[in-house]
């Protein structure tokens, strides 16, 4: 039950509000089939079911996305965090996701001295020589303040909210409950992996809430970037940086999204994209490690068309197997081959069952569709795009971390198009792989793989006598367990215990009435409202068990 899935009371009030958003934007059934409504109605609360067709002429990605900013900081984040999984949603569920704004009122300063003082040790007035308490931008989570250093140097200070990890949490503790509910009782949304999905948005959320793991993200990216001196990552004053807190140099230059002002500074908008290309590329497929939202919000075009990049609260994280598998992927699909497509994809959605053949038709015909293009005709975007829409109507899914670097890639394709009409990715990713396999194929790397390879196949092979000898013995002593897991055998099993329960409680109300009239009818003894003792408790034992059956019934029936 629901209800027992509420570990506090002072979720009530937040679930209650969640309910009604839902129902107004045209969600009531699915609120009935969560579970909420009986939680609120046994709590008290009223649900307005009538008012369902308020959204009746938005499309449903258009309610979603406006359901969400209604709902506040927590599902703004979530829906962005959506709109990178494009091996879920189609291409009008990702725009929806990509138009949610965290942008919200910034909160007096008045309200944010005093955990900044603390955070400081002292108030900014004696630490700056300038200061504004004016916020310079503000989102959800933080704001931004500008100051001045005693040497007259910019930073910036993004100051978290008061009290927004408590809201925060909050919403997460019913997120997650919710999506265990949703993926064992709906199962129109068990494709869309929804406790796996809350499980990465928790892990994301909590990551963008510590400022001062945001600024380790900055230097780690600035120390693999050295070799790029045209891209410039914002300097960390950790003498003043928290987890509430952190100030960094403030980038003084020309946002990538104002292109008139960039053609009136003289900056060459083609090379711009190519530099930013180069060093997101260099993150991804060296590294490991990338600035996860490259959109033009977050790159600030310099003097001598240099790029700084800010804001890596989201960063995405690829291991060396996998940074292979993905060279693998973008070799097979530059070179038309849809088996080597099929196996990477087979590779990362794990054992879940997919009709490799019909996988591997669809997939060649999707190639044969860009056969013939050269590489400054081919839109790697619409590419990644077409492939990951192959993968959703095979109902598989992507690692999360592959599903934010698909997103990744598009929006850089789409960022280096805006900048410059002419600019195609693929003439940027064709040296890298060029470079990747050259060093793949050396005979130091050969060797070293080798090597790891011999040595796993030898602690293989030497722990398989002990694993068979434990084997034989469990089985002898009948310690061999077959475990069978059943999609809602546990929900199967709850159904079947409360319709014993109820027919039960039926028998025992009918013997109950049998036995009474038998008391009635022959009982001479003084008599209650026209009945002997024992034949007035019975009815009225009768009565109550048989309300409480038909109580029982109906709510079943609305459930």
Known sequence: MFWEAISAARDLGRLHEIATVLIRYGFGDMVRRLGMSGVLERAGRVLHWKDVHAMATLTPPERTARMMEELGPTFVKLGQLLSTRVDLFPSDWISAFEKLQDQVPAVPFELLREQLVADLGRAPEEIFARF?????????????????????????????????????????????????????????????????????????????????????????????????????IPRVYWQWTSQRLNVQEYMDGIHGRELAALDAAGLDRGLLAQRGTRAVLKMVLVDGFFHADPHLGNVICLADNRLAFIDFGMVGRLSTARRDQLTDLVYALMTKDAIGVVDSVLIWVGDRPVNEEALVIEVDAFL????????????????????????REHQLVLPADLALLFKT??????????????????????????????????????????????????????????????????????????????????????????????????????????????ISATSNTPTVMGLPPLGFIGFLASAVSGIWLLISIWRGRKD
Not at 149 to 177: F, M, S
Not at 371 to 389: I, N, Y
Not at 460 to 472: A, C, E, F, K, Q
């Open 132 to 232: 504004e308490t004016e916020a310079f931008a503000a989102a959800s989570m933080a704001q931004v303040h500008r100051a001045w250093l005693e040497d007259g140097t910019a930073v910036v200070l993004k100051i978290r909210r008061p009290g927004i990890t408590e809201t925060i949490e909050a919403d997460l503790r019913l997120l997650a409950r919710l999506a265990e509910i949703a993926e064992g009782g709906i199962p129109e949304l068990k494709p869309y992996c929804p406790i796996d999905v809350a499980r990465q948005f928790s892990l994301s959320l909590r990551r963008e809430l510590d400022l001062e793991g945001e600024c380790r993200h900055a230097e780690r990216i600035a120390a693999n970037l050295v070799e790029y001196p045209y891209i410039v």
């Open 368 to 391: 044969d569709h860009y056969h013939g293009r050269t590489l400054k005709d081919l839109d790697f975007s619409a590419l990644l795009s077409d492939l990951a829409a192959i993968i």
């Open 409 to 518: 890639l598009i929006s850089l394709d789409g960022v280096g198009r805006r900048l410059d009409p002419q600019f195609n990715i693929v003439s940027e990713v064709t040296p890298f792989l060029q470079r990747i396999l050259r060093a793949r194929l050396q005979p130091d790397v050969l060797i070293k793989r080798g090597w790891r390879s011999g040595l796993r196949a030898i602690r293989l092979l030497s722990s398989l006598p002990d694993d068979v000898r434990g084997l034989i013995n469990s089985m002898r002593r009948g310690g061999v367990q077959i475990k069978i897991d059943v999609g809602r055998l546990d929900h199967f099993g709850h159904q079947i215990d409360r319709a014993v329960s109820r027919l039960t409680i039926g028998i025992i109300t009918a013997a109950l009435i049998i036995g009474t009239s038998i």
